[in-house]
């Protein structure tokens, strides 16, 4: 099978996960403290595999320069679409609570919150098929950290959207749709950075990370925190050392 084909593949399943959480969370009443919970615990894998293969990978690649350049770049492009999408309403995407506005509040926050999505799946998808390029096979870690991370932003922000009175037609459509554009993603990363030099993808590879490590600490920590303050810190570092096992496998 072709590479760029085994990429769309690896991107689908780490995208599906989102629309794994969102039938628990839209169907299940999970408790808030779970929720936080379990956002807690996919924090912890985020940031592990962005430390261990995302940022690590990068500097093996192209040294400290463009590792540092990419991750600061990706972490100010990642910030300034949050800003811009949090004041049409999409600010609490990922938020299981009664913090979500509803159309009627704030007309367009629909949109803008699927735009959000996109925006959070994007870069997690795009370093899936990237690391294909190394000649040995996708980085199962990678694809295992975006997975488990994945079920708990579906399961929160699909509670959260039930809560704001989104009908399952919107969130199920929304959900299946960011899971094809992982595919399509992870498809791109490989297609389109293979004859780049090893400079140019770290600096890919750092800018995803950079902008991962935005979105974690922008919209998954806030949900971890509030409800599970007490046990936030454990829980995330269960999640950070289980992918750091995987990464030394």
């Known amino acids: ?18 629309l794994l959480g969102a039938v628990v969370g839209w169907y299940a009443r999970v408790p808030q403290q779970i929720n936080a919970s379990i956002m807690a615990f996919g924090a912890g894998v985020l940031l592990s595999a962005v430390s261990f293969e995302l940022i690590a990978e990068a500097h093996e690649r192209g040294g400290i320069l463009p590792t540092a350049l990419g991750a600061a770049g990706g972490a100010i492009a990642y910030t300034l679409a949050n800003l811009a999408l949090a004041r049409r309403g999409a600010r609490h995407r990922k938020r299981s609570g009664a913090r979500q506005p509803s159309e009627k509040e704030l007309p367009g926050s629909g949109s803008a919150i699927a735009v959000g999505a996109v925006l959070d799946g994007v870069p997690e998808s795009v370093v899936i098929g990237a690391s294909l390029l190394t000649g040995g096979g996708v980085s199962l870690v990678t694809v295992v ?39 399509v993603s992870a498809l791109v990363g490989r297609a389109a950075l293979g004859d780049a030099p090893p400079a140019v993808l770290a600096a890919i590879t750092a800018l995803a990370a950079g902008a991962i490590l935005a979105m974690i600490t ?25 992918a750091y096992g995987l990464s030394h496998a």
Do not use: C, Y
């Open 1 to 18: 099978m072709p590479e760029w084909l085994q990429a769309g593949g690896w991107g689908l399943l780490a995208g599906s996960a989102l």
């Open 145 to 183: 950290a975006v997975f488990l991370s994945n079920v708990p932003e579906g399961l929160s922000s699909a509670a959260g959207m039930r809560k704001a009175g989104r009908s399952g037609q919107f969130v199920f459509l929304l959900w299946t749709g960011i899971a094809l554009v992982s595919a």
């Open 218 to 242: 922008d919209t998954m920590v806030p949900e971890a925190f509030e409800d599970a303050h007490l046990l936030v810190g454990l829980i995330t570092v269960a999640g950070f050392l289980l």
